[in-house]
């Protein structure tokens, strides 16, 4: 039967998923990245996990492939991780290259939001559809594009950066990539901090979700940064559907955890911000399947 491994690796941890012939993850296991190792270490590591879950397959099944994502950019055709900002010592990295010499199966790499997407396709929220647009909001916001089955990669792979999208060139806060008034600013784990604290100077400390629920406790400062951010999201999202006629949006990462707060006022906002006959259209849906969502993702690709 065909087992396959998931994995997501990322910046301070990565997480590896023994994936069943059904799809099913069913076993789990976590491990630091310790990037500042460099990439050697990690692929010892996952090599060392990948051979305990063969010694535990049923009788004469095997495991035929691994999926791993990581952040970008990336080379997915050779397999490269590129330049990722939280890997330093992982640029130009031949990540399939490196895990397959260790492990002796076939590797895919892919990007660490199109690997969530394809799970949500597949296994999520975006099951029975062949065109969706996934993003996720952290510390940054980024989107992966599938149209028609197909991930939109764009020249160099760049497809998807919403979150450097402009929406107020004018008035918009300086964001770290140095334009004004990018979607990040307004919705980022960072930036619901900045802005809470600036309503409540007192405040300290208080993270994008704890915001998210003060949001939901009737604290009139925070209802007014989500509201914010989830108008910001509901105008990104209408600009996508004018421009790619995709009606299904999946919002995925951290600050997803605060829900209709965040996703009430982007329903309102995104048909308010695009034609009658695509803003009723529009659907804004939470990620389903959490933190499994690039490994079932890398999965699917295992497969392939």
């Not at 069943?20 to 076993?27: A, G, R």
């Not at 310790?34 to 535990?56: C, K």
């Not at 006629?245 to 995104?270: C, F, T």
């Not at 034609?275 to 804004?284: C, S």
């Amino acid at each position: 039967m065909n087992w396959v491994v998931g994995i997501d690796l990322g910046g301070t941890k990565t997480a590896i998923g023994l994936i069943n012939p059904q799809d099913q993850i069913v076993e789990r296991v976590r491990l630091p990245t310790l990037a500042e190792e460099g990439p050697a270490s990690i692929v010892a590591r996952i090599g060392d996990v990948v051979d305990g879950f063969r010694t535990r397959l049923p009788a004469g099944e095997a495991l035929t492939g691994l999926g791993i994502c990581a952040p970008g950019p990336i080379d997915p055709i050779n397999g490269i991780i590129v330049n990722p900002t939280n890997l330093p010592k992982f640029y130009n990295t031949p990540m399939s290259q490196l895990l397959g010499d260790r492990l002796g199966i076939a590797i895919r790499l892919e990007h660490d939001a199109k690997a969530a997407a394809l799970g949500e396709m597949h296994f999520g929220a975006g099951r029975g559809v062949s065109s969706l647009v996934y993003i996720v909001i952290g510390t940054g916001v980024g989107a992966a594009i599938i149209l028609d089955g197909q991930i939109i990669r764009g020249v160099r792979n760049f497809a998807g950066e919403i979150g450097h999208a402009t929406l107020d060139p004018y008035n918009g806060e300086r964001c770290a990539c140095g334009s004004l008034g990018c979607v990040e600013t307004y919705m980022s784990g960072p930036w619901l901090e900045r802005r809470y604290h600036r309503l409540r100077p007192e405040s300290s400390g208080v993270t994008g979700e704890q915001i998210a629920h003060l949001a939901t406790e009737g604290d009139p400062a925070a209802a007014q940064v989500m509201n914010g951010a989830g108008e910001a999201l509901g105008i990104a999202i209408a600009t996508l559907a004018m421009v790619l006629d995709i009606e299904l949006y999946i919002i995925g990462g951290s600050v997803v955890k605060a829900g209709d707060v965040l996703l009430n006022p982007a329903r309102q906002a995104a048909p308010a911000h695009s034609f009658i006959t695509v803003g009723p259209r529009i659907r804004i849906e939470p990620a389903a399947l959490g933190d499994d969502g690039p490994i079932l993702g890398g999965g699917w690709l295992a497969r392939r």
